[in-house]
């Protein structure tokens, strides 16, 4: 019993000296600590904690401290105040548990003697924002779900977009180049669909470019072509934190032009929130008044108006809309007078409030005015069907499009609010133009439909809207009137097996004749010079224009024997021999079989108002190269509009 007690008082001692040694470390490590916490008011009755008195000094070897703990003097700072101390017991005095107030906190120090505040003010303010900016995230999303850049777009391959490496080797400078200078407007229906497609597809980024500014080229191009959805799909294919200013500026008019500005608020928030300008400003005003912080939105735009900070229809259309998310139940009057123009703000704001522009002002927008309004949910079916014609014409509806649009004016007119009107008639007369129970009735209302041929550009959108009407038209004898242009309205949907069932009907010759023998799908029989020579003959086009063009389509085809091509290429005066640096390109993507490459360029070459602006040359090589790339539908389709629009 008396060993095992032995045993644990030597432990302890051992224990004991141990920590001691820990302390007196501690206390040499943490000197400046020590001092501060010393300085603090013990509450230990005078004398009590004072250390010990130093032994004398003796030349006999002292005891060793782990067997001899006891005798062992503890420094002055050998522990914090309350802390257990490593010296023995006084005898007859009962342990007390030591109670310390919490020590103030003091200034922390650098080593060199320089406060942090003060080192922060010795940074340039400049520099020290640049840096609390690159600090700063530039997006919410997780890195696991942020898209790469390496490849931008909406419609994938599988969806039918054209293939992602067609672009992976372009220099990006030279897709710039012509991407940047297409102006939006075409001669060719197919040619707009097609440029459209190739520039909606998901795409790899072009050598030595960013792929947010590759998304914002294609974007810009897209709303110029009045393809407002498409734009602000493209924008949307990228990351918010990923915005360059050029991105941020096509998002600004995408989200505009769709009537939806609200879309620009995540965008103001991370990269573009200093961007300057009357109109981002105006932006941020709304964004704060749906962000639950209306008064201040509102705030910000009186100031705008009361400093005229931009147009004051602008502000006045920014107000009444940011007026929709806060409660001061103001009321906004938007006055168009000394209103000289539209601009796409005004335009875009007008649809999302509501307001529809005065006519004259619509009148003097023209397409950049109807191609967006035929694509507003928001105004009223009657005006989207005055807007659709010119969207239709260039491309941008299709001939199902315009026949929903005008069930829903045949739908107003079941509702007897008002007595039928122009639309009401012809969304009448198109029904008829379907339905209708004989097929002479059913003829009149599709020849009502085209119109009498003034306004060309209607006309033609009256092709587009019967397109599926003509191809339930049984084929016939007396018939040879409309065939060419119950043909050219079956091609605008891209029917041409509906249109073939007329070739027993078509003489040789005929302008019904060269529209089939170009937008035949199947191997067509080789043209000679015999059928050349007819359908010039019935030609009555300025300079022979449309033989030019069904010469340019059969060559581009390879539908034509080449002796007889050349003979009659000089008869009608037809150069498609000349070579310039556009053609140089297109041949070249052709023979490297790149078909984004390819309709790009073709794209190019379509530009135009008119088809009498368009070249024998330019229609032979756009055919020709997307023939080439397996586009043999759109070169099919290109080409038969070419005849029947000259």
């Known amino acids: 019993m008396m060993q095992r007690r032995a045993v644990r008082i030597r432990a302890k001692r051992t224990w004991l000296a141990a920590s001691g040694l820990a302390i007196a470390c501690v206390a040499l490590s943490g000197l400046a600590v020590s001092e501060a916490l010393l300085a603090q008011e013990s509450l230990l009755p005078p004398g009590f904690d004072n250390p010990p008195p130093k032994p004398a000094p003796q030349r006999t070897a002292a005891p060793a401290p782990a067997r001899n703990p006891a005798a062992t003097p503890r420094p002055a700072a050998s522990s914090p105040a309350g802390a257990p101390s490593a010296a023995a017991p006084v005898a007859g005095v009962t342990a007390v548990p030591v109670i310390q107030s919490v020590p103030e906190a003091t200034a922390a120090m650098p080593s060199g003697g320089i406060s942090d505040e003060a080192l922060l003010n010795s940074i340039d303010p400049e520099l020290l924002a640049k840096l609390i900016e690159s600090a700063t995230p530039k ?88 393809e ?58 709304i964004c704060s008044s749906f962000a639950s912080e209306g008064s201040n939105g509102m705030a910000q735009l009186d100031r705008a108006l009361r400093r005229a900070d931009g147009n004051k229809i602008d502000i006045l259309l920014a107000q009444k809309f940011a007026g929709a998310a806060s409660n001061t139940r ?141 191809a339930r038209v049984i084929p016939a004898e007396g018939l040879s009137t409309s065939t060419a242009p119950l ?94 640096r556009w053609t140089r390109a297109i041949e070249s993507a052709a023979a490297s079989n790149n078909t984004a490459l390819v309709a790009l360029l073709a794209a190019f070459g379509m530009q135009g108002d008119r088809w009498d602006r368009m070249t024998p040359l330019h229609l032979y090589h756009i055919v020709s190269a997307l023939h080439r790339v397996g586009l043999d539908g759109e070169a099919r389709m290109i080409a038969a509009e070419a005849v029947s629009r000259v």
């Open 228 to 285: 407002a959805e498409a734009a602000r799909a493209m924008v949307q294919s990228v990351d918010s934190g990923d915005f360059t200013p050029a991105l941020e500026d096509a998002a600004f008019a995408s989200f505009v032009a769709t009537a939806d500005p609200v879309g620009l608020c995540p965008i103001t928030a991370l990269t573009a929130s200093r961007r300057a300008g009357a109109q981002w400003d105006l932006v941020r005003a």
């Open 487 to 580: 043909i050219a309205s079956m091609l605008t949907a891209g029917l041409d097996r509906n249109a073939l069932k007329w070739a027993p009907f078509c003489p040789v010759g005929s302008e019904a004749w060269g529209l089939l023998v170009l937008a035949n799908p199947g191997r067509a029989t080789v043209i000679g010079a015999e059928g050349l020579t007819a359908f010039a003959n019935e030609d009555d086009s300025e300079d022979s224009l449309r033989s030019q063009f069904l010469l340019a389509g059969l060559m581009g085809l390879e539908r034509v024997d080449p002796a007889a091509a050349r003979d009659f290429a000089g008869k009608v005066n037809a150069d498609v021999a000349r070579q310039t």
């Open 139 to 226: 997006s919410d999303i997780p890195a696991a779900g942020q898209r790469s850049l390496a490849r931008v777009g909406v419609v994938d391959e599988s969806d039918g977009g054209f293939p992602v490496l067609s672009t992976y080797y372009l220099n990006g400078a030279y897709v710039e180049g012509v991407v940047g200078k297409m102006r939006g407007r075409f001669v060719s229906r197919w040619g707009h669909i097609l440029a459209r497609r190739v520039l909606a597809s998901r795409l790899a980024t072009p050598v030595g470019m960013n792929g947010a500014d590759w998304a914002a080229m294609r974007a810009q191009l897209l709303l110029r072509m009045g």
């Open 330 to 470: 103001r009321a906004v009057k938007v006055e168009w007078d000394g209103v000289d123009a539209l601009t796409p703000w005004s335009i875009g704001l007008s649809f999302a409030t509501g307001i529809e522009p005065p006519a004259e002002l619509r009148s003097k927008a023209g397409a950049a005015y109807a191609l967006l309004a035929s694509r507003a949910p928001m105004l009223p079916v009657k005006a989207r069907a005055a807007a659709a014609d010119a969207a239709a014409a260039r491309g941008v509806l299709s001939g199902a499009a315009m026949v929903d649009l005008y069930s829903q004016l045949y739908g107003e007119r079941d509702a007897g609010d008002a007595a039928p009107d122009e639309w009401a008639r012809r969304a009448e007369t198109l029904r008829t133009a379907y339905v209708g129970q004989a097929q002479d009735e059913r003829l009149d209302a599709i020849r009502s439909l085209w119109g009498d041929g003034s306004d060309p550009e209607r006309a033609f959108s009256g092709l587009v809207l019967t397109s599926r009407a003509a």
